[in-house]
């Protein structure tokens, strides 16, 4: 076995190529421990995936692919995948949610410029994990996380989730879970069948209900994460 611990979840998974490899290593864990989820997939699998995707390679195919197997499974542990960028700050995670190409890391970046490196951590630049457990709701780190390989394996109690937008001027504001619910169910992975649709609104709800989620409308000014910090963290 190839053990992991990855949200909390024991996973036994292989890979044989670099990206992946290098991503996994700081979730590998030794010991017998029995695997929540194994996560094995084929070279025929790959090869498939990489002629439906021949933009892809195999090594891409192989990160994204694992990828969806865990994100999918991760609903029968209480959690699922928010597209986001995350820090760590304080002992508490900060997600900022948004359509690709809307400013989400560069957002994250300016919490480490004004706060420093060593205190705001991005926890995940892309998939971060969103795990709900009795001692409460945590954003996970994983290794899977998008173009930056940006990703650290720790978990921490989510202070809030932002969904931002462009904007010349700074503002932010916290809205009720009714009010976000659809900006989260775009952001996150919608799988098909009723089941585990039902497991997902379960989970959706439940965060919605208790973790703080505000909209915010920011530019690239240090101000735009200070305003962010001063709101979230209250």
Known sequence: MNLHKIAGITVDMGYKYEKLTKQ??????EGEESPDMTIYLS??????????NPHLSLEDCEYIFTSSVFYSALLNYGGFML?????????RAYLFSASSGTGKSTHTGLWQKVFGAER???????KPAIRITRDGIFACGTPWSGKTDLNINVQAPIAGICFLERSEQNWIKRVDGGTAVMKLLNQTI??????EMSLLLSHVDKVLTEVPIFFMGCNI???AAIMAHREMSK
Do not use: C, T, W
Not at 24 to 29: D, E, P, V
Not at 43 to 52: A, N, T, Y
């Open 190 to 195: 919608r799988p098909p069948q009723e089941k």
């Open 43 to 52: 070279d025929g699998f790959l090869q498939k995936k990489q002629e439906e």
């Open 24 to 29: 996994a290593a700081a979730y590998r864990i």
């Open 83 to 91: 597209h986001s960028s995350s820090i760590v700050m304080d002992g």
């Open 221 to 223: 000014s240090d101000e």
């Open 120 to 126: 705001a951590r991005i926890l995940n630049d892309d």
